[in-house]
């Protein structure tokens, strides 16, 4: 058993000589980093909705926006630390339709994404408002020039304890939802290669 193992292990590194003689010592450090991105792109991601029921309602905070190596990313903070779940449901729209008065938003872009977290931008309690979105408006602070994948990012309002985002993007490809900690990520990649 150990001759085999030793033997499979030769063939190995024989073949991973050969692999890196072959290829200019530039390219293979291009190559790595490139198959390395790839495998930190490619989990949880897909064009079909996402969604999450478990919730314990707690209001946003903030949205916001970052650009990361192969997705662009919007973050909706909720109040508190460590709060428990947040519900979601993320999906690709053909029109972005206010929930409640059901007036279309223009969102501009190739798609859509209608992102909804159970997360109001008002406190239930008191009824103060916890995030200053304006219907209709681009989200306050967030500036989306410069971005490979977002184009445009509305607001939507909050509505029965829901709060709704509509998301343009180049076009309709994959995106990933998950929560960490008291933060919702929603991560929309920059193209569909590596995640056929």
């Known amino acids: ?12 590194l024989a073949g991973a000589g050969l692999t890196a003689a072959a290829v200019p010592a530039g390219t293979a450090a291009a ?61 690709y729209v053909d029109k972005l339709q206010q929930d409640g008065s059901g007036d ?9 994404l209608e992102v909804r ?3 109001p931008s008002y406190d239930p309690a008191t009824g103060q408002v916890t995030y200053d979105g304006k219907a209709r408006q681009p989200l306050p602070e967030v500036d989306l020039a410069g971005y490979r994948t977002f184009q445009d990012a ?7 304890g829901d ?6 993007v180049r076009a309709r490809l994959p995106f ?9 990520v929603v991560d929309v990649a920059h ?6």
Not at 32 to 61: D, F, I, M, N
């Open 1 to 12: 058993m150990r001759r085999l193992h030793a033997g499979l292990a030769a063939l190995l």
């Open 31 to 91: 190559a790595g980093s490139a198959a390395t991105a790839q495998a930190r792109c490619t989990a949880g991601w897909g064009s079909l909705p996402k969604v999450s029921t478990a919730t314990e309602y707690k209001p946003l905070r903030d949205i916001r926006a970052g650009r990361h190596e192969c997705y662009d990313r919007m973050v909706f903070d909720i109040l508190g630390p460590g709060t428990g779940p947040v519900g979601y449901h993320v999906r």
């Open 104 to 112: 279309v938003i223009p969102v501009s872009g190739g798609a859509i």
């Open 117 to 119: 977290v159970a997360a």
């Open 154 to 160: 509305r607001f939507g309002g909050s509505f029965e």
């Open 163 to 168: 709060t709704q985002v509509g998301l343009g």
């Open 176 to 184: 990933r939802v998950f929560q960490e900690s008291n933060h919702l």
């Open 191 to 196: 193209s569909w290669q590596g995640f056929r």
